[in-house]
């Protein structure tokens, strides 16, 4: 069955401070791995899309890296701001026209 | 501003009453597509259309209709609403649906149905 789990299901961090989220797939056959924030209220932004050859991708302070070996991936949040505060899901493609969500880590950055 | 409408953004019926729910995107997209989300299930796609006059099913099409009659838009319809319907729902659309394609996704339409 192919599904998406994201670890944790929520994580309280204080500003300024780094956090990595993680996204195990199972998923055949694969064909990307994307990362989206939500804010709340508010639809999926694209932050990162890897595919099969690809193991790391960065947009400003967000990296996404991707072991197709393990079928694991890992978003990072570098020096993390308050305006981070959303939920980061996962989401793999299968093939072509389908995709696979995650339910989400929910990330609470404090001041 | 590139983007992705859906209107309304909040919508309370009652079950049996037909509804529409409208998605319009100014980017010349081809591919568009509808998803719903509820807690703990993350988002899981209704139908979606490869290009004007394509549609085809996703992974929970029972109970909902679409039609792309025109590029731009492609709404989604609720014959008979059931409550087991109540839901966030997104339309998202992506230039074409190549494996590096960004979709991107409208606001939301929070249905209630009692």
């Known amino acids: 069955k192919n599904q998406v789990e994201q670890s944790p299901q929520s994580l309280i961090i204080l500003e300024g401070k780094n956090c990595t989220l993680q996204?195990?797939?199972?998923?055949?056959?694969?064909?990307?791995l994307r990362w989206y924030k939500q804010d709340t209220g508010r639809g999926p932004v694209s932050l990162t899309i890897m595919t099969f050859s690809e193991n790391t991708k960065s947009n400003g302070r967000y990296t996404a890296t991707l072991d197709a070996d393990t079928k694991q991936s890992s978003l990072h949040i570098t020096a993390s701001q308050l305006s981070d505060s959303a939920s980061y899901i996962c989401v793999s493609r299968s093939g072509t026209y389908k995709y696979i969500f995650g339910t989400g880590t929910r990330l609470k950055v404090l001041a | 501003e590139a983007q992705v409408t859906q209107n309304p953004r909040y919508l309370i019926t009652v079950t049996g009453k037909k509804l529409t729910v409208t998605c319009s995107q100014n980017m010349n997209h081809e591919y568009m597509s509808w998803y719903r989300q509820d807690p703990g299930l993350g988002l899981r796609q209704i139908y979606y259309s490869m290009n004007v006059e394509v549609t085809d099913k996703g992974d929970v099409p029972e109970g909902y209709k679409v039609s792309r009659k025109e590029k731009r838009n492609f709404p989604l319809i609720l014959e008979s609403p059931s409550p087991n319907q109540t839901s966030l729902y997104f339309c998202?659309?992506?230039?074409?649906?190549?494996?590096?394609?960004?979709?991107?996704f409208g606001p939301g339409t929070r249905l209630t149905v009692l």
């Open positions: 996204c195990n797939y199972t998923v055949s056959p694969f064909s990307n």
């Open positions: 998202a659309s992506s230039l074409k649906d190549r494996e590096v394609d960004t979709q991107y």
